[in-house]
């Protein structure tokens, strides 16, 4: 069984960078697609961008597309988010999320996705 744990949130300003760590463990991230979803105050969960399970960029939201860029240590077994030049709009709770291949050759909607961290805490305020 895939469990996941966040790190990496905090309060920057805008136009500030963080990056959000995603470290899994009890299985290889070589079998799942990993996507990044967050949620803000007020709003539904939304997707943010989503990895393979060959380590390859799938896909950006349109909101993030130039800014954000999702990446994959496989050594640490370990997914990133690097998130650049950030807004207001870019505040919430970021979640990752895991779907097995054989699931799913990409990541669903939130509903569907299978395996999910506790979430961490990104605020972009001045």
């Known amino acids: 069984q895939l469990q996941l744990v966040e790190s990496g949130g905090g309060k920057v300003q805008p136009g500030g960078s963080l990056r959000l760590s995603c470290a899994a463990s009890g299985s290889s991230l070589d079998y799942y697609n990993i996507g990044w979803f967050r949620q803000g105050p007020g709003k539904e969960r939304e997707g943010v961008s989503c990895i393979g399970s060959s380590g390859s960029p799938l896909n950006y939201a349109d909101s993030v597309k130039g800014r954000f860029t999702i990446s994959r240590d496989i050594a640490m077994n370990t997914v990133f988010l690097e998130m650049n030049s950030l807004k207001p709009e870019d505040t919430g709770v970021y979640y990752c999320?895991?779907?097995?291949?054989?699931?799913?050759?990409?990541?669903?909607?939130?509903?569907?996705?299978?395996?999910w961290g506790q979430g961490t805490l990104v605020t972009v305020s001045s």
């Open positions: 999320a895991g779907i097995h291949l054989t699931v799913a050759t990409t990541c669903t909607p939130p509903d569907g996705m299978r395996y």
